[in-house]
């Protein structure tokens, strides 16, 4: 006597047809300029998290300054230059060895809500600043708070 119904080899045949459509379907609707575009909004955040720190460390006040558009940029220089590691504009990334300017990739455009961010040598913005990355109709905000200087990215 033969009884109904599927043997677990063809169940498990047709979950992994299933999850092979899926990730094809997935693929086909994110865009590869979408992930780009986290990807430079996160780098931006971490960029900015950094510089707290190096004004922290270095005792320095910071600045970055951003130039809006397509492959828009960002540098990152002290408020006042005097001797190392002020004595250079942009300064020097400890984390690189080189000059820390950032130019956006893949037609990625920079807008942001003041052409500069001043961080105090204790890590602190002067003021509350956000960028906003955008690549066709998808936008990614990256927000600093005034007071706390938290970091945030939302797509």
């Not at 130039?67 to 004595?87: D, F, I, Q, R, W």
Request: contains cysteine; proline residues 4%; hydrophobic residues 45%.
């Amino acid at each position: 006597m033969k009884e109904a119904g599927f043997t677990l080899m063809e169940l498990i045949i047709v979950l992994v047809v299933v999850g092979v459509l899926s990730a094809y379907a997935m693929m086909r609707n994110s865009s590869s300029s979408t992930f780009s575009l986290l990807s430079q909004a996160q780098t931006l955040a971490g960029d900015i998290k950094h510089v707290q720190s190096m004004a922290t460390v270095w005792g320095k006040s910071l600045t970055i300054t951003a130039t809006g558009g397509a492959n828009g940029t960002y540098t990152v220089s002290c408020t006042t230059a005097v001797a190392a590691p002020c004595n250079t504009n942009p300064v020097i990334n400890p984390a690189t060895g080189t000059a820390f300017t950032i130019s956006l990739e893949k037609g990625v455009v920079l807008t942001p809500s003041q052409g500069t961010l001043v961080i105090n040598s204790l890590g602190k913005p002067a003021s509350a600043a956000q960028y906003v990355l955008s690549s066709g109709s998808v936008n990614v905000t990256v927000d600093v708070a005034a007071l706390t200087g938290h970091v945030t990215v939302t797509p």
